[in-house]
């Protein structure tokens, strides 16, 4: 949601900025732009729709040449995605650009006071008011940094903001509060930007900042300060990913490449966790043994995919540490006042660590004292540094919009942590642990396997590309499975499409069946779980009212095959773990129909990949 890039060094800008955007496209937008300084005056391009316009414009209508600029890809809140409410936003004195990321949620009132001032706006935006505002403050003399930080200290709200000023040609300044920001340290040259995608091709150093704080690059200095003018702490770190993993590889999209990616991301998530003690080791859980020890409930909290990892996780977590454990959506969580204490662990879930309706849940839960873990996949992101511990996620960074190699790679962290609280409650004996264990390190194989025969599903997109509707259900861990199948069809192919719990069926939904509704069904391993028989019998209901059954079942379940119009076959793995095979064909499904609908499967209409705004 919304990209951000600052440049000063000696490249061209208009190179550094708008490659920098392009690959923040993945972040999802809705316009874009660019505004450099020369010779004492600002040139800005903006232009609504993809950066190609953007880079139409600039080819139709170029700036001049410059070391020093910023740029922006919105994802429209306030105004619509026109080229007028595309940031950089100028201020009328002509001093300052400012690209911002974030709602201003007081910006009515400032706006209403500019306007009082005689200030006259040219969008719809909130964003322009800061720009307003800062060009007043520069106005008065204060240099560029000082006046960001006045400006900063009167708006409230979520907030990243970048800047130039023609006054000071050698700085881009920036300020933070609840949206993302990263420093890229480079060797005469620093770069300013949502994530580190946008400067990885020129340096893998890194300086992660914190909460409320404002940072001025030159191209030789970096210098943060807290809103007051304070010191201000930061953290440095390298980057463990190069360019390659940001690029498609000879794949047509991101998303291919990740669910590809999944057996590397499942083991290197995996990697390192059995320690010579012959026990499983975290890290990065600096939460004490004895404290682990007294907590009596789990609440897991997370948004869209990762809640789903969440519901997973629930049934694995309950049953092998006996702890009661309830998932709920970030959203929701602490605007119902829930009942949390210092005796409740709260687990977070979130691929990219930024968003904002998760970290208010963290936020809320930390003031009520609970302890939170968070199992994030991207070192140095808001949600980990506020939380008292962290299970990284190893699936390298993800580009496409839709969650897959996350999803997969949260599930196995939540088998992980499961694990290691049955371990250190002594719920579950040593051997117990290490044959899970090896269970766990079978999984890459297995996904391998499911891909590999991926060409049944593949076929079927062909098949369904003009159905109206679909249906997933599941039982157990299949259920959240099923919603998985249902969400990654609704945001890739744009189809109705609904995930249910197999046995809620008869309670409603299955008057929606009719002839020549695909109905997916996620069945249990066979024999070894006592659900396999009813998930059967479900399936019988539902090819009786004549729809069509595409079922996911164990290779050899000969229970299901007289039933099963498709049968896709899944290998034989333990019921909890299940998850890890029965999601990827789902995945090659949606990814597969939305090729063939012709849509953009990495930026789904729409849909930003990480949701910086509540
Ligand atoms: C769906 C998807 C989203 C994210 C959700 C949470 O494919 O990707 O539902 O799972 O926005 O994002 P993170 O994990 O970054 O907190």
Not at 214 to 234: L, Q, R
Not at 292 to 302: F, G, H, P, Q, T
Not at 564 to 589: E, G, N
Request: net charge negative; charged share 25%.
């Amino acid at each position: 949601m919304c990209g951000i890039v600052g440049y000063v060094g000696p490249r061209s800008a208009q190179d550094v900025v708008i490659e920098g955007l392009r690959r923040l496209e993945y972040r999802g937008y809705d316009s874009a732009g660019i505004a450099v300084e020369s010779q004492g005056e600002l040139s800005a391009r903006k232009k609504s729709g993809k950066l190609a316009n953007l880079v139409v414009e600039l080819d139709e209508h170029p700036i001049p040449a410059s070391t020093h600029g910023i740029g922006h890809t919105r994802w429209a809140t306030h105004g619509g995605p026109t080229d007028a409410n595309a940031h950089p936003h100028l201020s009328q004195n002509g001093r300052v650009a400012l690209v911002h990321n974030g709602i201003i949620e007081n910006f009515a009132e400032l706006r209403a006071e500019l306007e009082a001032e005689g200030v006259e706006f040219t969008s719809e935006t909130d964003t322009e008011v800061a720009a307003q505002l800062l060009g007043r403050e520069v106005e008065s003399g204060a240099g560029l940094v000082e006046s960001l930080r006045a400006v900063s200290r009167r708006l409230e709200g979520a907030f990243t903001l970048v800047a130039i000023d023609t006054a000071e040609p050698e700085s881009v300044v920036a300020a933070r509060r609840n949206s993302p920001l990263v420093v890229g340290l480079g060797e005469g040259e620093n770069f300013l930007a949502s994530d580190v995608a946008a400067f990885i091709e020129h340096t893998r150093e890194a300086l992660e900042l914190g909460q409320d704080q404002v940072v001025e690059i030159t191209p030789d200095t970096v210098t943060v300060t807290d809103f007051d003018g304070g010191e201000a702490e930061t953290r440095p770190y390298h980057v463990d990913w190069d360019l390659s993993a940001a690029e498609k590889d000879g794949f047509d999209w991101f998303m291919r490449k990740e669910i590809f990616e999944q057996p590397k991301a499942v083991a290197d998530t995996l990697l390192g966790r059995w320690g010579s003690k012959g026990e499983l080791v975290l890290d990065e859980i600096r939460i004490s043994p004895e404290t682990l020890r007294r907590i009596d409930k789990i609440v897991i909290v997370a948004c869209g995919t990762a809640f789903y990892a969440g519901m997973v996780a629930k049934y694995a977590i309950e049953h092998w540490t006996r702890i009661p454990c309830e998932v709920e959506i970030a959203s929701e969580f602490r605007y119902r006042d829930p009942i949390i204490d210092p005796m409740t662990l709260v687990v977070t879930i979130s691929q990219s660590g930024e968003t904002a309706d998760t970290l208010m849940a963290i936020r809320h839960a930390r003031e009520q004292h609970a302890k939170v873990i968070a199992i994030c996949n991207t070192n140095g992101a808001t949600i980990p540094r506020e939380s008292d511990a962290v299970i990284y996620t190893h699936a390298g960074p993800e580009i496409g919009v839709a969650s897959t190699k996350g999803f997969l790679t949260q599930v196995v962290a939540c088998y992980l942590l499961g694990l290691y609280l049955a371990q250190v409650r002594g719920m579950k004996y040593g051997d117990e642990i290490k044959a899970l264990m090896d269970e766990l390190d079978t999984m890459p194989a297995k996904i391998q396997k499911v891909l590999d025969e991926r060409q049944r599903v593949l076929d079927l997109a062909a098949e369904f590309a003009k159905v109206p509707s679909v249906l997933f259900l599941g039982r157990h861990v299949g259920y959240p499975v099923a919603l998985e199948g249902a969400l990654k069809l609704k945001e890739l192919a744009y189809i109705h499409a609904e995930g249910f719990a197999a046995g809620e069926l008869k309670h409603g939904p299955i008057a929606l069946i009719d002839q020549e509704l695909p109905v997916f069904v996620v069945v249990p391993p066979q024999g070894r779980d006592q659900l396999h028989d009813k998930v059967v019998s479900n399936i019988q209901e539902i090819r009786a009212r004549g729809a069509r059954t595409i079922v996911l079942a164990e290779e050899g379940d000969t229970d299901v095959e007289p039933y099963a119009d498709v049968l896709i076959p899944l290998p034989r793995v333990s019921t909890l773990l299940q998850p890890l095979v029965a999601t990827v064909p789902l995945q090659l499904f949606a990814c597969e129909l939305a090729t063939q609908k012709g849509h953009d499967v990495d930026q789904p209409r729409n849909l930003a990949k990480s949701v910086t705004v509540e």
